[in-house]
């Protein structure tokens, strides 16, 4: 059995797995979601933008529920914390999930033009919402969450729904919708041709640049005006979880600490830039499947970009900064981080090997001749 130092820093970088290939996985098709009524001019070019991610677009669900359980299973402390004091706005992507599956299945039975366009703007909500909400959560972590516990760890949260919509928040939230709306935009590309891949070029050009540009302000917001958190007291990465059992203190720059401690990190925000121009690049030049692979660059360089300035800190109370919940004091026991860590071994590879076989199978270009000739199966 591996010490329980070591398992903490696994789960938190596996979590982090988890994050990026929901982000790319789900991400593509919620991006598709959010382009759709722009792209898809009419009822066919519509239905071409939904086959592209119909067939498969459930299946990327596990990656969001896998991400789900194991922030439940690894950090029940954060789970409980976060369901908590992001209740209104964990609900509020639920509710938008909810015209996914129900547009997708349902949205073609009826050839009615306004239950059709009904469902169309229900799945722009649906794949525009999540990323927003997401990204402002993110912004809210930097900032500080109004949390702290008693003596008996139990917590109470002192903030509102509105209050998360701050103005740094918010720039986080078009950082995670611009890159999400870009990543489906690469993936049209790749999945359509003509006129539909024409205006998703187009699409992939300003949310590209709009990701760019957000992701750069946010980062020097984050160095001039908004301070970070610190360990004072000495970790013991071994302990037995206890929150307060610590000295926390926030430090003007201090959230860039570990780009000085690790240089190799600022490859991170590099990929994340570098990425999407790449990801154009490519797109223009007809190498749209390497393009998506760029595109997925970019998100593992944002996300690992916030998770390497967050590290150790998991969730940064703003109330109480020693109530702040960290990798090394808010995971479960070493018993369950084990048997979970060989859960993961066995089923992880299972999960891509089936991704791959399904997107392998469902693979190339969607077309208008398709969707007519299969116009009572098709999405």
């Not at 722009?124 to 927003?132: E, S």
């Not at 750069?216 to 302990?239: D, F, K, N, R, T």
Request: contains cysteine; aromatic residues 16%; glycine residues 10%.
């Amino acid at each position: 059995m591996l010490d329980y130092e070591s398992l903490k820093l696994i789960w938190w970088l596996l979590v982090g797995v988890l994050l990026v290939g929901f982000a790319i996985m789900d991400g593509h098709d919620m991006g598709v979601g959010t382009l759709l009524p722009f792209v898809g001019k009419d009822d066919t070019e519509r239905r071409v933008v939904i086959n592209t991610v119909g067939p498969h677009w459930d299946g990327n669900q596990v990656w969001f529920i896998t991400g789900g359980g194991a922030i439940f299973a690894a950090w029940p402390l954060v789970y409980a914390t976060a369901f908590s004091g992001f209740y209104w706005a964990m609900l509020a992507v639920l509710w938008a999930l909810f015209f996914r599956p129900v547009g997708f299945d349902y949205r073609s039975k009826i050839s009615k033009p306004t239950w059709r366009k009904t469902w169309d703007w229900g799945l722009f909500v649906g794949g525009a919402v999540p990323p927003l909400i997401f990204g402002v959560a993110f912004g809210n972590l930097f900032q500080g969450v109004p949390f702290s516990f008693d003596d008996h760890l139990v917590s109470t949260y002192s903030g509102s729904f509105w209050a998360l919509l701050n103005p740094f928040a918010l720039l986080c939230g078009v950082v995670s919708t611009a890159m999400i709306t870009f990543h489906g935009a690469i993936y049209l590309v790749h999945r359509t041709q003509g006129e539909i891949q024409w205006r998703a070029l187009r699409a992939a050009g300003f949310f590209g640049g709009l990701m760019v540009l957000s992701f750069v302000a946010a980062g020097v917001w984050l160095w001039m005006g908004i301070p970070g958190y610190v360990i004072q007291s000495a970790v013991e990465g071994g302990a037995l979880p206890n929150p307060l059992a610590k000295t926390v203190v926030r430090e003007a720059g201090a959230w860039f600490a570990n780009y000085r401690i690790y240089p190799a990190t600022l490859l991170l925000p590099a990929f994340g830039i570098v990425g999407v121009f790449a990801a154009q690049a490519l797109a223009r030049s007809g190498r749209s499947m390497a393009a998506f692979w760029a595109s997925a660059l970019a998100i593992v360089g944002v996300i690992g970009t916030a998770g390497a300035a967050l590290f150790p800190f998991i969730m940064p109370s703003s109330l109480d900064p020693r109530a702040s919940l960290t990798v090394w004091d808010s995971v479960s026991s070493q018993l369950t981080l084990s048997i979970m860590l060989w859960a993961t071994l066995i089923f992880m590879p299972i999960i891509i090997l089936y991704t791959s076989w399904a997107y392998r199978v469902m693979g190339g270009k969607v077309t208008a001749a398709y969707v007519r000739e299969n116009s009572h199966s098709a999405y």
